[in-house]
């Protein structure tokens, strides 16, 4: 092959001709770089806001923070799983065979998981954990977890559906502690924290002041006395503390009102939660670890709110009270002299708003306590010492209230519909009946779509005025039942089997 020395010229030509217009393309580049003009960007250096009112808020931040590192070991999350069998037939996922055989395959029992998520407050360093009843309610398997991520399996104590307070119990030794404070001594307008672990968020605090106090909101628990805040509580906040300034457990977190559901429902904060005072959670404690069952303090008197009508009835200024509508023959009020139509008007010195407060503060005394009670009988002022006894365990704990047991109706719980339930419900003032606060899902009346916060006007044309009414129609209604219900200021016809077929609804 013969070298061509022409060919290498011209093709070093093209080359260097190539490298120069690279070279001064970079070059232009560069130049223009160097000369061309950016805009100057420059991060404001604004001055540290201080003073004597930002060291005010200093001193705050440096509070709080002091209370959420001193009282966050002592919370815990708690994971609770159900498992229930479920009958499933093998043939049910297939369409084909449903069209053509329904249901005439045997059911095959299947395993089904539940989870869910609350929280807990650390009382004892041997590993007591105070939360809510609804956070471990028929959990066959329960698990802690700490802070510092160490986790435990947890064994329920006992449980107190009617306050909603359970005690569980970690093996530990040393274990971080939060300490109860004295929710006595809470005021409207108090700062509290909130722990616990909203929405699976875990560990978090919020916080707000006290809104309210000797609560009552719907039918979330039996004995209501709650203390009403606006820190922020969510699902997944149930069982965790309500801390003060000292970072002290004033109440136990246990329910929300919101704007997509009923209190404690699914739903969103909107700025109303409730708290368990400390007094009480740690009464029923302390019971329920002692003896696995919670003693209370008995009156023996079945009370009612005072509407304006009755309290001009029976003399008294205003509606603040609780009426005798009865006193239990041979009862601790009747030993000590109470007769119905007495007004009480105070407990050991304090004011009494309602019904609910007062059966909320005596069944957190205990048996034997000795109470003063201040009433009003025809107007004139009396005083009483009562020795509380033991509230029966057969008794319903509902203030007026009646459970059905047997028959078509059993499975119902109802209340006199007094002036705050009518409010708290939305009621219309012509509405008049009992309120059901509880139903069994089980029941016949819950497959026919009955619910807490349905007003009973009337059982088979009958009209039920109060409990009393209620308890005697409901004892003779053995078949089919026609119940007028009014339910959020809308009347409607409910006709309940025994057995939970056949009936229906028909709204007015």
Not at 69 to 75: D, S, Y
Not at 154 to 177: E, H, N, Y
Not at 227 to 241: F, H, K, L, R, V
């Given at each position: 092959?013969?070298?061509d020395?022409?060919?290498?010229r011209?093709?070093?030509?093209g080359?260097?001709l190539?490298?120069i217009?690279?070279l001064?393309?970079g070059l232009?580049?560069m130049?223009y770089q160097?000369h061309?003009?950016?805009?100057?960007?420059?991060?404001?250096?604004?001055?540290?806001l201080?003073?004597p009112?930002?060291?005010?808020l200093e001193r705050?931040?440096?509070a709080?923070e002091?209370i959420?590192k001193?009282?966050?070991?002592a919370?815990?999350?708690i994971?609770?799983?159900q498992?229930t069998?479920?009958q499933?037939?093998?043939f049910?996922n297939?369409p084909f065979?449903r069209q053509?055989f329904?249901?005439m395959?045997?059911q095959?029992?299947?395993?089904?998981?539940?989870h869910?998520?609350g929280s807990?407050?650390?009382?004892?360093p041997?590993?007591y954990?105070v939360?809510?009843?609804h956070?471990?309610?028929k959990?066959?398997?329960?698990s802690?977890t700490l802070?510092?991520?160490?986790?435990?399996?947890g064994?329920?104590?006992?449980?107190?559906?009617q306050t909603?307070?359970a005690v569980?119990?970690?093996?530990?030794s040393?274990?971080?502690t939060?300490?109860?404070?004295?929710?006595?001594?809470?005021?409207?307008?108090?700062?509290?924290?909130a722990?616990g672990n909203?929405?699976?968020?875990?560990?978090?605090?919020?916080r707000?002041?006290?809104?309210?106090?000797?609560r009552a909101?719907?039918q979330?628990?039996?004995?209501?006395?709650?203390?009403?805040?606006?820190?922020?509580i969510?699902?997944?906040?149930s069982?965790?503390?309500?801390?003060?300034?000292?970072?002290q457990v004033?109440?136990?977190n246990?329910?929300?009102?919101?704007?997509n559901s009923?209190?404690?429902?699914?739903?969103?904060f909107?700025?109303?939660?409730f708290?368990?005072?400390?007094?009480?959670?740690k009464?029923i404690?302390?019971?329920?670890i002692?003896?696995g069952?919670?003693?209370?303090g008995?009156?023996?008197v079945?009370?009612?709110?005072?509407?304006d009508?009755?309290?001009?009835?029976?003399k008294?200024p205003?509606?603040?009270?609780a009426?005798?509508?009865?006193?239990?023959?041979?009862?601790?009020?009747?030993k000590?002299?109470?007769?119905?139509g007495?007004?009480?008007r105070?407990?050991n010195?304090e004011?009494?708003g309602?019904?609910?407060?007062?059966?909320?503060q005596?069944?957190n005394?205990s048996?034997?306590?000795v109470v003063?009670?201040?009433?009003?009988?025809?107007g004139q002022p009396?005083?009483?010492?009562?020795?509380?006894?033991?509230?029966?365990s057969?008794l319903?704990?509902?203030?007026?209230?009646?459970?059905v047991?047997?028959?078509?109706?059993?499975?119902?719980?109802?209340?006199?519909l007094?002036?705050?339930?009518r409010?708290q419900a939305?009621?219309p003032p012509?509405?008049?009946?009992v309120?059901?606060?509880?139903?069994?899902?089980?029941?016949?009346?819950?497959q026919?779509?009955?619910?807490?916060?349905?007003?009973i006007?009337?059982?088979?044309?009958?009209?039920?005025?109060?409990v009393?009414?209620?308890?005697?129609l409901?004892?003779q209604?053995k078949?089919?039942?026609l119940?007028r219900?009014?339910r959020?200021?809308n009347?409607?016809?409910?006709?309940?089997?025994?057995?939970?077929?056949?009936?229906?609804?028909?709204g007015?």
């Amino acid at each position: 092959m013969r070298f061509d020395r022409r060919f290498l010229r011209e093709n070093l030509r093209g080359l260097s001709l190539t490298l120069i217009g690279v070279l001064t393309l970079g070059l232009s580049f560069m130049l223009y770089q160097g000369h061309h003009v950016f805009p100057d960007f420059a991060m404001a250096q604004g001055k540290e806001l201080d003073g004597p009112d930002i060291d005010v808020l200093e001193r705050q931040n440096q509070a709080y923070e002091r209370i959420a590192k001193a009282v966050t070991p002592a919370i815990v999350a708690i994971q609770s799983t159900q498992v229930t069998k479920v009958q499933q037939s093998p043939f049910l996922n297939d369409p084909f065979f449903r069209q053509f055989f329904g249901n005439m395959f045997p059911q095959v029992p299947r395993e089904q998981r539940e989870h869910a998520l609350g929280s807990g407050v650390i009382v004892s360093p041997d590993g007591y954990i105070v939360t809510n009843n609804h956070v471990i309610a028929k959990a066959t398997e329960i698990s802690v977890t700490l802070s510092d991520k160490r986790t435990f399996k947890g064994k329920v104590v006992g449980a107190d559906p009617q306050t909603d307070v359970a005690v569980v119990k970690i093996d530990g030794s040393g274990l971080p502690t939060a300490s109860f404070g004295d929710s006595d001594q809470l005021k409207v307008g108090d700062t509290v924290m909130a722990f616990g672990n909203p929405f699976g968020q875990y560990f978090t605090v919020t916080r707000g002041s006290v809104s309210a106090l000797k609560r009552a909101s719907g039918q979330i628990e039996v004995f209501q006395n709650f203390i009403q805040t606006d820190a922020a509580i969510n699902p997944g906040n149930s069982g965790g503390g309500l801390v003060n300034i000292h970072g002290q457990v004033v109440g136990i977190n246990t329910a929300i009102l919101s704007g997509n559901s009923g209190p404690g429902g699914e739903g969103g904060f909107v700025g109303i939660g409730f708290a368990i005072p400390s007094n009480m959670a740690k009464h029923i404690m302390e019971d329920l670890i002692k003896t696995g069952k919670v003693s209370r303090g008995y009156l023996g008197v079945q009370i009612t709110d005072l509407t304006d009508d009755l309290a001009k009835q029976f003399k008294v200024p205003d509606s603040a009270g609780a009426l005798a509508q009865d006193v239990t023959a041979g009862g601790p009020a009747d030993k000590a002299g109470l007769k119905t139509g007495d007004v009480i008007r105070k407990l050991n010195g304090e004011i009494i708003g309602d019904a609910g407060q007062l059966t909320a503060q005596i069944t957190n005394l205990s048996p034997g306590a000795v109470v003063t009670l201040d009433i009003l009988r025809d107007g004139q002022p009396m005083t009483f010492k009562v020795t509380l006894g033991e509230r029966p365990s057969d008794l319903n704990a509902r203030t007026g209230g009646g459970g059905v047991q047997q028959g078509t109706l059993r499975g119902l719980d109802v209340q006199n519909l007094t002036s705050s339930l009518r409010d708290q419900a939305g009621l219309p003032p012509n509405v008049t009946g009992v309120i059901i606060v509880q139903v069994d899902p089980n029941s016949p009346a819950a497959q026919f779509g009955l619910q807490e916060g349905d007003v009973i006007e009337s059982i088979n044309r009958q009209p039920v005025r109060n409990v009393t009414d209620f308890n005697k129609l409901a004892a003779q209604a053995k078949g089919q039942t026609l119940l007028r219900v009014n339910r959020q200021g809308n009347g409607l016809f409910v006709v309940i089997s025994p057995d939970g077929n056949g009936g229906g609804d028909d709204g007015q």
